[in-house]
């Protein structure tokens, strides 16, 4: 019932009048972080993922670390409505692959997966020079079908990457568009370039009747929320990968300046306090337990 209700949850929240926004989370500290700020929901980030256990993002990490990851933020989150939107990268292989993931990661947890036109094994859309092959049409759309024919709550948010592979607006167009035919609820269009007009130009040629795309303007980050609400076209937008930068630029700070100040007190101001960390931790719940119940 829980996850039913967090996929009905993501369905409203994706309104082309004020698109929700994710943030990214590669384990339950950063997605409880997430939720705590005020983000709609969380992005289950392939991309967080891999750069965690420090691993390029190429589909080099099992089906069931993605899995588990999804699982374990679930259960974390006091909301059990709060919507969990997991990258599944290319569905982990065909038709049969997507068939049978689907099931489990809406066990898990997920209110919506989002899958990719790309082959299997992949690469990050954002790497310089990367490898970016896309299935067919007609390949994808049997892997958007298997998908809907699995689950009957879930969204299922079909990415092209046909601007990240350089082959044009006509076919991004046309690949989304008979994604939508075979049961997408949402396009996930992505662009690697550095200023908004590849995206924007995706956006406005969008017909208005059309399932809510979403966006990642990771790389042209100068489109602000509200210029992209204005659009009227996107119902998601997905900060792809904020927790990890932010976790890696604080802790590489930090632990320099550790060193370089020959000791801990310069740093005691800038880090969370131990009694912060107790409480993320959920210490509260456990001490009622040891009232309760510890004898
Ligand atoms: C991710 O966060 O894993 C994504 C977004 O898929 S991107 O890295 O921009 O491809
Ligand atoms: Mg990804």
């Given at each position: 019932?829980?996850?039913q209700?967090?996929a009905?949850?993501?369905?409203?929240?994706?309104n082309?009048s004020k698109?929700?926004i994710?943030?990214?989370?590669?384990?339950p500290l950063?997605?409880?972080?997430?939720a705590?700020a005020?983000f709609?929901?969380?992005?289950?980030?392939?991309?967080e993922?891999?750069?965690?256990?420090?691993?390029?993002?190429?589909?080099?990490?099992?089906?069931?670390t993605?899995?588990?990851m999804?699982?374990s933020?679930a259960?974390?989150?006091?909301?059990?409505?709060f919507p969990l939107?997991?990258?599944?990268?290319?569905?982990?292989?065909?038709?049969?692959?997507v068939?049978y993931?689907?099931p489990?990661?809406e066990?898990?947890g997920a209110?919506?997966?989002?899958i990719?036109?790309?082959h299997?094994?992949k690469?990050?859309s954002l790497?310089t020079n990367g490898?970016q092959?896309?299935v067919?049409?007609?390949?994808f759309q049997?892997?958007?079908?298997?998908?809907?024919?699995?689950s009957?709550?879930m969204l299922?948010i079909?990415r092209?990457?046909a601007?990240?592979?350089?082959l044009g607006?006509?076919?991004?167009q046309?690949r989304?568009?008979?994604?939508?035919e075979?049961?997408?609820?949402?396009?996930?269009i992505h662009?690697?370039?550095l200023?908004?007009e590849?995206?924007?130009?995706?956006?406005?040629?969008?017909?208005?009747?059309?399932?809510?795309l979403?966006?990642?303007p990771?790389?042209?980050?100068q489109?602000s929320f509200t210029?992209?609400t204005?659009?009227g076209?996107v119902?998601?937008?997905?900060?792809?990968?904020?927790?990890?930068r932010?976790?890696?630029?604080?802790?590489r700070?930090?632990?320099?300046?550790?060193?370089?100040?020959?000791?801990l007190?310069?740093?005691?101001?800038?880090i969370?306090?131990?009694s912060?960390?107790?409480?993320?931790?959920?210490?509260s719940?456990m001490?009622?337990?040891e009232?309760?119940y510890?004898?």
């Amino acid at each position: 019932m829980a996850r039913q209700a967090s996929a009905v949850a993501l369905r409203k929240l994706l309104n082309k009048s004020k698109p929700a926004i994710a943030m990214a989370s590669h384990n339950p500290l950063s997605a409880n972080l997430a939720a705590e700020a005020g983000f709609n929901a969380i992005w289950v980030s392939g991309f967080e993922l891999s750069a965690s256990y420090a691993v390029p993002d190429a589909s080099l990490l099992p089906m069931s670390t993605h899995l588990e990851m999804t699982r374990s933020i679930a259960e974390s989150l006091a909301d059990k409505s709060f919507p969990l939107v997991v990258d599944v990268d290319t569905g982990f292989g065909n038709a049969i692959n997507v068939a049978y993931i689907i099931p489990r990661f809406e066990a898990a947890g997920a209110a919506a997966v989002v899958i990719e036109d790309k082959h299997f094994p992949k690469d990050s859309s954002l790497r310089t020079n990367g490898r970016q092959v896309l299935v067919t049409i007609e390949e994808f759309q049997g892997k958007i079908a298997a998908a809907k024919a699995k689950s009957d709550s879930m969204l299922i948010i079909a990415r092209t990457e046909a601007l990240i592979a350089g082959l044009g607006q006509e076919e991004a167009q046309r690949r989304a568009l008979a994604y939508v035919e075979a049961g997408a609820d949402a396009i996930l269009i992505h662009s690697k370039q550095l200023t908004p007009e590849e995206i924007l130009s995706f956006c406005r040629s969008w017909p208005d009747e059309q399932v809510p795309l979403v966006l990642v303007p990771t790389s042209y980050p100068q489109l602000s929320f509200t210029d992209i609400t204005a659009l009227g076209k996107v119902g998601l937008i997905i900060c792809g990968n904020h927790a990890i930068r932010a976790s890696v630029a604080s802790m590489r700070n930090v632990f320099g300046r550790i060193l370089k100040d020959d000791g801990l007190a310069g740093v005691e101001e800038d880090i969370a306090s131990v009694s912060e960390i107790f409480e993320l931790q959920g210490d509260s719940a456990m001490r009622k337990l040891e009232k309760d119940y510890l004898r």
